[in-house]
């Protein structure tokens, strides 16, 4: 329910920009989706821009929805796309060690793991996206090889200088409507996956060296607490976060 009411919102959005930059600006419903499409995705080439007051002005607000609540919106289907994506690429990389395995200890998992196909594995989506934005500039942007290479890294980063853009045509535009939110979102998203690699192979490592299951008086500590302490020494969650969670479990087990 959830995703469609998302969808919903993604194409009421849109079909506002088709209305307002039709009838402002003069665009084609095409244009104006690409137009928000690289708005949105903050690639923002700089090959179009609204010219009217009313089109600007509705440029603030929807510049402000789109790279959040849009963006946002559309990031779930995108990444269903990018999970199918890796589940097809997954047996190209193949782990040499399960460490969901319960029968692993900690220890063997840090002596026989490899971290490099795992951060291998992750980059295999970012690499194929790349490799369809670079063929999508040879066959519809009429580039060379190395402009073609240069104006997919500069999309996907979302730097967007300007000096290479979709030209003017349906088929060019249509393209990187589809391509541009892929490319951005498979970037983060194998970016995300690398650093979360890095956290994890970090926690194994230290657990593995330095952690005990004590508190500050030798007294033992248990599974719960130890979570919350690594959770919190790794960043990945704050005091804040913690004590909601303690304040929920608080009122849960009162109403029990």
């Given at each position: ?71 946002n919106a ?27 395995d319960p ?154």
């Amino acid at each position: 329910m959830a995703n469609l009411q998302s969808l919903l919102f993604v194409a009421l959005f849109f079909a506002s920009g088709v209305a307002v930059y039709g009838a402002c600006e003069g665009w084609s419903p095409l244009s104006a989706c690409y137009f928000m499409v690289i708005t949105s995705t903050t690639v923002g080439y700089g090959d179009m821009a609204p010219a009217s007051p009313a089109g600007r002005l509705y440029t603030c607000a929807s510049a402000l929805l789109g790279t959040t609540v849009i963006f946002n919106a559309l990031q779930p289907a995108v990444e269903a796309a990018l999970t199918r994506l890796r589940a097809a690429l997954v047996p190209a990389v193949a782990l040499n060690i399960d460490t969901a395995d319960p029968r692993l200890s900690l220890r063997e998992v840090n002596r026989r793991i490899s971290y490099g196909r795992r951060h291998l594995r992750a980059a295999l989506g970012p690499l194929l996206i790349f490799v369809v934005g670079v063929a999508n500039a040879l066959l519809f942007l009429g580039l060379g090889a190395i402009d073609a290479v240069y104006y997919a890294v500069v999309t996907m980063t979302t730097i967007g200088y300007g000096d290479i853009a979709p030209p003017p045509t349906p088929l060019a535009k249509l393209a990187a409507i589809v391509w541009i939110p892929l490319a951005v979102v498979a970037l983060a998203d194998g970016v995300n996956e690398w650093l979360a690699i890095r956290t994890r192979k970090r926690i194994r490592e230290h657990c593995d060296a330095d952690d005990t299951a004590t508190d500050d008086d030798g007294k033992p500590i248990g599974e719960a607490e130890f979570l919350r302490r690594v959770l919190h020494r790794e960043g990945l969650v704050d005091d804040d976060t913690l004590a909601s969670i303690a304040r929920k479990f608080a009122a849960v087990k009162k109403e029990q």
